[in-house]
């Protein structure tokens, strides 16, 4: 344990553990943390996913098979209902997000202390072990989804459609003189827009997940920097079932938190694509 | 906490994920849900085609019944037509051939009584003219009073 009392700690959960590929470079720096527990929970779904898929059958599915089946019936049925286009594309990506952010989100339920500490245990000095509390991970996503939305964009509605859309909405008018009035609000608005889109995408998990994991740092410090003797003093021992219980509620209602986080990534993702197919304009 | 080349990294995973959903996991796992759905339509439609199949064999298992009754029915009635038919043809049989053995017997009956009355006549006209050849003590010539005799025969 880092020492630097109750800010030193949090402090330390909050470094990742970074690797400099150029010396002294911030940007080329790579947060090995982060995309090791992504790699293992993309791992964990592709591999659990892949073998149902695998032994997928059409008589009667087995209790895993039908679990898989229940999420993917789930998935579909929501984009279905946002999204009116013929797509390969789109339900294997909610699927994929759902499920994949969920499972990122949900390491944010194993203890804090615990793979941190067996990191420390073998002599790794930081560890952040829930991908979806680091903003590059986050805007990774989110930054990816809207590349495939700036590609749909362009190959479903045309660069002169898109270009229409961009500069003629939402204000729209009529004559030369009016769609030069109107180009220059258009623009600002669209691009405010299309920033915004991936921004807002990325922060909102990262604020909702940093802040749980945050709030389940403050439970640990309770019991923070107390020897044997005073935790099993009175005060101490109310400490301990405070902890205990804060913890428990705070896990519980973090449960709805995360499977809510992954769910809304997953249809705004939706959302913004079926508005890149949206050639009505 | 600052943006770096974790951002890229991450861009590529998820890609790639996304990528492997969409060609070994997503279709595979629909296609098996889907064939399922058509499976049972498909065995829910067969099961009502089964049924309608199952209410026109009951109903014409119900018509051969009543056909089969009918004939019955019309079978019935003909043998017992055809009973009472021989009941009576036999009866009249019986009748003609009691008649025609009383005809018979009858005729049988006379026959000898005539036969009877014959050797009656005969014996008594021989009785007759024994008494008279007695009576006469002489010896009349048969052949001279046959006539008379035989008069007297018929008369008797």
Redesign the interface.
């Known amino acids: 344990m880092a020492s630097g009392g109750i800010g030193g700690y949090i402090k330390h959960h909050l470094e990742n553990n970074k690797l400099e590929l150029v010396e002294g470079s911030t940007f080329w720096t790579v947060h090995v943390d982060s995309v090791i527990y992504t790699l293992i929970t993309a791992v964990v779904f592709l591999g659990f996913f892949g073998y149902i898929a695998k032994n997928a059958k059409s008589g009667v599915p087995s209790k895993s098979q039908n679990f898989v089946e229940m999420i993917i019936k789930f998935v579909n049925e929501q984009v279905n209902d946002l999204f009116h286009y013929k797509s390969k594309v789109v339900a294997p990506l909610a699927l994929s997000i759902f499920v994949w952010v969920f499972l990122m989100n949900f390491m944010d339920l194993v203890p804090v202390d615990l793979l941190p500490a067996a990191g420390m245990a073998v002599g790794i000095d930081y560890m952040r072990v829930v991908p979806s509390t680091d903003l590059n991970i986050t805007f990774g996503m989110s930054f990816a989804v809207i590349l495939l939305v700036m590609y749909y964009n362009f190959t479903k509605k045309g660069p002169v459609g898109y270009a229409k859309e961009y500069f003629g909405h939402p204000f729209e008018a009529k004559g030369p003189v009016g769609k030069i009035l109107v180009l220059l609000p258009n623009t600002l608005l669209n691009t405010v827009e299309t920033i915004a889109k991936p921004v807002s995408l990325g922060l909102r998990l990262f604020g909702n997940l940093y802040a749980g994991e945050l709030i389940f740092m403050l439970i640990a410090v309770f019991t923070l920097g107390y020897g044997l003797e005073q935790l099993l003093s009175f005060g101490g021992i109310i400490m301990i079932i405070a902890q205990f219980l804060l913890g428990l509620m705070w896990a519980l209602f973090h449960i709805l938190i995360i499977t809510l986080q992954a769910f809304i990534f997953m249809m705004l993702s939706v959302v913004y694509l079926a508005q890149s197919h949206d050639t009505g304009h | ?11 590529v ?3 790639v ?2 990528l ?3 060609k ?10 889907e ?2 759905e058509k ?1 049972i339509a498909d065995g829910l439609a067969a099961s009502d085609e089964a049924d309608i199949a199952l209410k026109k064999a009951q109903t014409e298992a119900e018509q051969i019944v009543n056909e089969a009754k009918d004939q019955a029915g019309t079978v019935r009635e003909s043998a017992t037509k055809m009973a009472t038919k021989i009941k009576d043809q036999a009866k009249a049989d019986a009748i003609a051939e009691k008649d025609r053995q009383l005809a018979a017997a009858v005729a049988e009956i006379e026959q000898e009584s005539n036969r009877a009355k014959e050797d009656l006549r005969k014996q008594v006209s021989g009785i007759a003219l024994a008494g008279a050849e007695k009576l006469l003590n002489k010896e009349v010539d048969s052949k001279v009073h046959a006539d008379l005799l035989n008069d007297l025969v018929k008369e008797i």
Do not use: D
Request: aromatic share 10%; hydrophobic share 65%; glycine share 4%.
């Open positions: 906490m600052s943006i770096n080349f974790t951002l890229i990294i991450q861009m995973v998820f890609l994920v996304v492997i959903t969409m070994k996991i997503w279709p595979v796992i629909l296609g098996a849900m064939e399922r499976q």
